[in-house]
Nanobody, 127 residues
């Protein structure tokens, strides 16, 4: 069974940085596109960023462009999200998610297309 374990969240002040990690196991990590999504209570899922299987292509929601960077290390089976200049509106539970099919594509995120996720890591941005 696919396993995704997020870490790196915490409480930071506005303008500070965090780096989230997602350790993947029990599947061929390098074959799948991955995404980060976040969940705010009462607001549902919000897609953050997607990376293709080899890390060569990425996509971001507009509100994080220029501040967040998604990357991956396929030798370490790990997905990352570098978050800089954090804002209070970035406060959420962050999940890494796996695309439903393998292949060299950069898919558009939908909950159905990324059905597997980890337990999440909480990011809180407050002064």
């Amino acid at each position: 069974q696919v396993q995704l374990v997020e870490s790196g969240g915490g409480l930071v002040q506005p303008g500070e940085s965090l780096r989230l990690s997602c350790a993947a196991s029990r599947f061929t990590f390098r074959a799948y596109a991955m995404s980060w999504v976040r969940q705010v209570p009462g607001a549902g899922d919000e897609w953050v960023a997607t990376i293709n299987n080899d890390g060569g292509r990425t996509d971001y929601r507009d509100s994080v462009k220029g501040r967040f960077s998604i990357s991956r290390d396929n030798d370490k089976n790990t997905l990352y999200l570098q978050m800089n200049d954090l804002k209070p509106e970035d406060t959420a539970l962050y999940y890494c998610t796996k695309y439903r099919a393998s292949g060299p594509i950069l898919p558009t995120y939908t909950p159905a297309s990324f059905p597997v996720r980890g337990q999440g890591t909480q990011v809180t941005v407050a002064s």
